[in-house]
């Protein structure tokens, strides 16, 4: 074999090879992407059905009105001695720790009628 054809037989080689090359490339993009899972329909995601959320819904309804009903004791226990201060006169996680030493302070050193003092005891 002379130098001359040695030379096209690689060429050849090289030309094959790189037409290979991108027929697999080319045959990977054509591959189809594979698909999200699919979202259930829209009858599943009705949350007002959901007996959780309707157990959510009446416990928070629950609270707000025992939250209602704290709200007008407190008011009613101020009420007794003095005007009901603002909400902001004090930091909230400091409430608690008041009601209860006015509460103490209007039973004990400055008795109040015990009929106008409102139970506290939740």
Not at 54 to 77: F, I, N, P
Request: charged share 25%; hydrophobic share 40%; with cysteine.
């Amino acid at each position: 074999m002379s130098l001359r054809s040695f030379r096209r037989v690689c060429v050849l080689a090289v030309l094959i090879g790189c037409v290979g090359a991108v027929a697999v490339v080319l045959m990977r993009r054509s591959r189809p992407a594979p698909h999200p899972p699919a979202k259930p329909p829209a009858a599943a995601l009705r949350i007002d059905e959901d007996p959780w959320f309707r157990l959510d819904q009446a416990r928070k309804r629950s609270l707000e009105v025992a939250g209602t009903e704290r709200a007008a004791t407190v008011e009613k226990l101020c009420s007794t001695c003095h005007v009901l201060p603002a909400a902001d006169c004090e930091p909230k996680d400091l409430w608690p720790s008041k009601i209860q030493e006015m509460y103490h302070y209007a039973t004990t050193a400055r008795p109040i009628q015990k009929e106008l003092i409102p139970d506290i005891s939740w």
